[in-house]
């Protein structure tokens, strides 16, 4: 059976990722500014934590367009409407204009370290890589010790 997308939207399991997604981020972005604080230098954690901050504004405006999206389809509407959210569309290009900017800040203004914004800026794309790394194992594990 195919699940329905407000299925999908109140599943717990989907929730639960995204607070993972959240946590594992604090946390990678906690570990990496203490290391940058420690032995790299204050310019890169201030740029670091700028790009993390653009990072997670950029992965809950993605997410509320995306909820959006569902929720449209979910509320039988035709797949021809999209969502009409004045916010969301204004949302959908102010995190490019975010990201943009920030790099245009890096390389122009040269105030802010290009590894650190650039590594704060993938922190939720090194979020979902661990939160997949963690679902293979587990899944292997439970398949491994299923089998015995």
């Not at 329905?4 to 990678?28: C, F, G, H, K, M």
């Not at 409407?81 to 290009?93: A, C, D, M, N, T």
């Amino acid at each position: 059976m195919i699940p329905n997308s407000q299925d999908l939207l109140n599943d717990p399991y989907y929730a639960n990722i995204e607070n993972r997604l959240t946590r594992v981020s604090v946390v990678l972005g906690s570990l990496t500014m203490a290391w940058g604080l420690l032995s790299a230098s204050w310019r890169f954690a201030i740029s670091f934590l700028l790009g993390a901050v653009i990072s997670y504004l950029n992965f809950r405006w993605m997410k509320q367009g995306v909820d959006r999206l569902i929720g449209s389809i979910a509320s039988d509407a035709t797949p021809r409407q999209l969502p009409s959210g004045r916010g969301v569309i204004f949302k959908y290009f102010l995190r490019y204009g975010l990201i943009g900017g920030t790099l245009y800040a890096i390389f122009r203004l040269q105030f802010f370290e290009a590894r650190g914004a650039i590594l704060g800026l993938l922190l939720f794309v090194a979020a979902v890589l661990f939160e997949c790394l963690h679902l293979v194992i587990k899944t292997l594990i439970e398949e491994w010790y299923g089998r015995a």
